[in-house]
């Protein structure tokens, strides 16, 4: 009896466990990697003088992604166009990535008599003009941003078209707030690009955190021109970028959910 109990626990138990089902493991919650394409403004260093930074690096302290900053000083859509750098970044990027895109600080002039290989064609959307350096014809900021934007989305990308940061408003010693054209740009191309593709206006969040700061404080981000800010400068436009995405200032964008720590700086 004593050994017939024995087994018929013993067989009652493995007729428990195979009835049970095995809980799987479950994978970490996998989020996206996010690629940012600019200039010095955005770029690790920035203007690369031991002075002055880029905002890309800090946005990760407020964000759960992976942030890889592709940006590169001296760069307008156009030249990071042509020497490939969208394209070296569309290699990399897997569906589910992020892709933020601001350019514009190195955007203007006009390359029909004075080519400075960075100049885009005046206009918002199929113009185009003629190098007066090398005779190649040039695309509008609009055409470039659309088709760097179309490679990230045909990887199954999302994209946020991202307004460029601004000059010191302060720098009169009155507060002067002019958007450049190249903020309209960035919305022209969103717009003409819809599902996928975002716009975070990062010139008005930082607009709106000098107005705030005041004359002195934000005259003292700038210790070499009226572009580049130092390291806390850089790190207030990654501030006003990230609660512009959180308070959905544009609207929602695809970093809205994986950001974990938005300061209040506007």
Same mark, same amino acid.
């Given at each position: 009896m004593r050994f017939?109990?024995? !087994? @018929?626990?013993?067989?009652? %138990? $493995?007729?428990?466990? +195979?009835?049970?089902p095995t809980r799987p493991e479950l994978a970490p919650r996998a989020t996206p990697t996010v690629y940012l394409c600019?200039? !010095? @403004?955005?770029?690790?260093? %920035? $203007?690369?003088?031991? +002075?002055?930074?880029?905002?890309?690096?800090?946005?990760?302290?407020?964000?759960?992604?992976?942030?890889?900053?592709?940006?590169?000083?001296?760069?307008?859509?156009?030249?990071?166009?042509?020497?490939?750098?969208?394209?070296e970044v569309a290699a990399l990027v897997k569906s589910g990535d992020i892709v933020v895109i601001e350019f514009g600080h190195n955007d203007g002039g006009t390359p029909v008599t004075a080519d400075n290989g960075r100049s885009d064609c005046p206009g918002a959307g199929t113009e185009t003009c003629i190098s007066s350096a090398t005779g190649e014809t040039i695309y509008t900021f609009v055409f470039y941003v659309i088709q760097a934007s179309k490679l990230m989305t045909a990887k199954g990308a999302t994209v946020i078209l991202s307004s460029q940061t601004p000059n010191n408003l302060w720098e009169t010693g009155a507060f002067v707030s002019a958007p450049p054209r190249f903020v309209g740009y960035q919305l022209t191309a969103q717009k003409a690009l819809g599902t996928g593709v975002y716009f975070v206006d990062h010139y008005e969040a930082v607009s709106k955190t000098y107005k705030k700061l005041?004359?002195?404080?934000?005259?003292?981000?700038?210790?070499?021109?009226?572009?580049?800010?130092?390291?806390?400068?850089?790190?207030?436009?990654?501030?006003?970028?990230?609660?512009?995405?959180?308070?959905?200032?544009?609207?929602?964008t695809s970093l809205y959910d994986y950001v974990i720590n938005s300061p209040t700086v506007y």
């Open positions: 017939s109990s024995l !087994s @018929t626990v013993l067989a009652l %138990g $493995a007729l428990k466990a +195979a009835a049970t600019g200039d !010095s @403004t955005m770029a690790n260093k %920035g $203007a690369n003088d031991g +002075a002055t930074d880029g905002w890309g690096q800090y946005f990760g302290t407020y964000s759960s992604v992976t942030v890889v900053n592709k940006a590169i000083g001296g760069r307008s859509a156009r030249s990071y166009w042509a020497e490939g750098r969208f394209a005041g004359n002195t404080e934000t005259n003292a981000l700038y210790p070499n021109d009226h572009t580049h800010t130092s390291p806390k400068g850089a790190l207030l436009s990654a501030q006003a970028f990230t609660q512009a995405i959180y308070t959905k200032t544009n609207g929602t």
